[in-house]
């Protein structure tokens, strides 16, 4: 990064946050001061944050990602275009569009249009063979989607990071970045919530010449890493043989452990020590892969050689293990490879492959193409079979929704609540998924949640894991196992609810000293359950409040006390007071009924007990929710 001084800051207005009454407290740390109702930002913590989005984004840029500058103030819209243009990057200035990132297919389908528009215009724009009404009409849709996406048309995956201004004004962008797990690097003014910003450049976001600044700065880190990028490529190039070899070397950053002889060589290909972050393998490797090429197979010479740039341009950390162990796991594969009779040899490079295509680990892959004799598509479909490939390949992802799901049987005695992740609303609706649920919530009620995910299926002979792997292939999302609970009851019932749109699940166990009416007390179980979902419920009693949330909540409560200045006794009692109240608050027992707010959980439990004629408790209770 270009020196800059806090002298450029200055001049550039980068110092002046909102009025004090427009601040955001959050933005404490980075405020300096304030002078004349304007708060003063801590311009030495602004060039510490900046140079950090600087190495950042040089380093995602050196690998080959993407950046996506967004900007749709009226003061930064022509910079960040002018800027994403220079660094060659994605840009928004319009307006951001709702699900522009998490429905980024959707969007994807807008931006085909004005690809679409732009060839029935032609090279001159004429419409040539389009009657002028029509051509008009078509003109006004293509400037309108051009506005909105044309910075963004030619992106063809999510970005790997997002610049923006005004985190505050864009706030629809950093919901969709965070949701998506996409790093944010924007300038935070003193009004705005850094919280959820990976990269926050505290700074002022209205002044043009403070926008321009930080968009030069992150725009240049861009350009820096993309001639990086393109120096080393043209390096590993002129470094590659003539012959038709295979390029090991090139691979030495993405080659698992396993097959690196030299540990040395593959601590300089994974980046660790001076200036080898995209270092090639030594002689001695260039010689053996020159001496093992003669006996690769025909098709594998052919595929490697088709993409050599492309693949040494990717860096990926490697695996490293001791020697020993690759030496044994050698062995052992070896072994495989005899006793199966498989004459192809499997190179790294093969795994490697297979390995990207599916996402399945190493070993996985190997023996798969073990199996099939080095055919990467007959491995990709004996992976498939078992639904490993995209299970594997989709666990990565994050997952923010899901569904909880229930089961209990007939009879009232017992019952099964599961918790289940996914990555969107719209498969945690899905048939398949809420069948799912219902399997594993039966699930939960046969066998527990004990090492839940190793269980036997009820019906079945396959683990709940490969049952999750196949839901994961036939639903195309990453699918998770969050939680399980089971309850049972010898005299009552066990009950629960969960609500339409299966974000939140309650199970409860009722007790009674002898038999009662139990469509009455399962009717009470739902009621309860309700109120349960409906609150902030801790425990059923005070004894069984984890001491860690009593301790927590007794320091927040004791500084409070504190701030006001009354005298020690004042305080000790203010204290007991409020966490008095508090336990009253946590506790069902003691908290008022939803239905009848002038009436508690254990009066509720007293009447019904009198009208049925049996003694009701409630002893147990479990609550999920997303």
């Not at 994605?90 to 004005?114: H, M, P």
């Not at 020590?273 to 490797?285: L, Y």
């Not at 088709?306 to 070896?334: G, I, R, Y």
Request: charged letters at 30%; proline letters at 3%; one cysteine or more.
């Amino acid at each position: 990064m270009a020196a800059i001084s806090l002298k450029q800051f200055v001049e550039a207005g980068v110092h002046f946050g909102h009025q004090t009454r427009r601040w955001n407290p959050k933005m404490e740390k980075f405020i300096y001061g304030s002078k004349h109702g304007i708060h003063i930002i801590d311009l030495r913590q602004t060039l510490h944050h900046l140079k950090k989005a600087y190495e950042y984004t040089r380093a995602i840029s050196e690998e080959g990602k993407t950046v996506l500058f967004v900007g749709t103030k009226d003061q930064a819209k022509t910079i960040i275009q002018e800027e994403a243009e220079r660094s060659g990057s994605f840009f928004i200035t319009d307006r951001w569009l709702g699900g522009l990132l998490t429905n980024f297919e959707t969007v994807r389908q807008s931006v085909a249009k004005i690809k679409q528009y732009e060839e029935m215009a032609g090279p001159d724009g004429n419409y040539e063979g389009i009657l002028k009404k029509e051509a008009l009409r078509i003109e006004r849709k293509r400037q309108k989607l051009e506005m909105s996406l044309g910075g963004v048309k030619d992106m063809r995956d999510l970005p790997s990071a997002i610049f923006l201004v005004d985190c505050k004004k864009e706030h629809i962008a950093v919901k969709e970045a965070r949701k998506l797990s996409i790093p944010i690097i924007a300038i935070v003014d003193t009004n705005c919530d850094p919280d959820g910003i990976a990269m926050p450049i505290p700074g002022n976001d209205d002044a043009p010449r403070a926008i321009r600044l930080f968009a030069n700065v992150i725009s240049t880190a861009i350009l820096e890493g993309k001639a990086i990028r393109e120096q080393r490529i043209q390096e590993l190039q002129a470094n590659q043989p003539e012959s038709d070899t295979k390029p090991e070397k090139a691979y030495a950053a993405d080659t698992p452990a396993e097959f690196v002889k030299d540990e040395k060589e593959t601590e300089k290909a994974s980046g660790k020590g001076k200036g080898a972050s995209f270092s090639v393998s030594s002689k001695k490797s260039e010689q053996k892969s020159s001496s093992t090429e003669d006996s690769k197979p025909a098709h594998e010479s052919t595929k490697t050689t088709a993409t050599p740039v492309k693949e040494e341009a990717q860096k990926v950390t490697p695996t490293t293990e001791s020697t020993t162990e690759n030496l044994s796991e050698k062995s052992e594969t070896q072994s495989e490879e005899k006793a199966m009779g498989n004459s192809t040899k499997i190179t790294a490079s093969l795994v490697k492959e297979l390995r990207e295509i599916t996402g399945v680990g190493m070993m996985e892959c190997k023996k798969a193409l073990v199996e099939t004799n080095g055919d990467i598509e007959a491995a990709k479909e004996h992976l498939r079979k078992t639904g490993q490939a995209k299970a594997l390949k989709k666990s990565s992802r994050e997952t923010k929704e899901g569904g909880i799901g229930m089961f209990i049987t007939e009879d009232k005695k017992s019952g099964g609540l599961i918790k289940l992740a996914c990555e969107t609303d719209f498969v945690a609706q899905n048939e398949t998924f809420q069948s799912l649920l219902s399997q594993l919530a039966q699930q939960a009620n046969a066998n527990g949640s004990d090492n839940f995910l190793e269980q036997t299926s009820v019906g079945g002979g396959e683990s709940i894991q490969e049952v999750l792997h196949r839901a994961v292939a036939e639903l195309g999302e990453n699918v998770q196992f969050v939680d399980a609970k089971q309850m049972s009851t010898e005299s009552g019932v066990v009950g629960g609810y969960v609500h339409t749109n299966g974000k939140v699940g309650v199970l409860l166990r009722l007790d009674t000293d002898g038999e009662g009416d139990i469509s009455a007390l399962t009717a009470l179980a739902k009621d309860i359950a309700m109120h349960i979902a409906a609150t902030q419920a801790e425990a059923v009693r005070e004894d069984e409040i984890d001491p860690a949330v009593i301790e927590k909540e007794k320091e927040i409560f004791t500084s409070q006390a504190r701030e006001s200045g009354k005298p020690d006794n004042i305080i000790e009692k203010m204290i007991e007071g409020r966490m008095k109240k508090f336990i009253k608050e946590v506790c069902v027992l003691t908290q008022p009924f939803v239905k009848n707010p002038d009436q508690t959980i254990d009066a509720l439990l007293k009447e019904k007990g009198k009208e049925l004629g049996v003694a009701i408790t409630l002893n147990a209770f479990a609550k999920f929710q997303f």
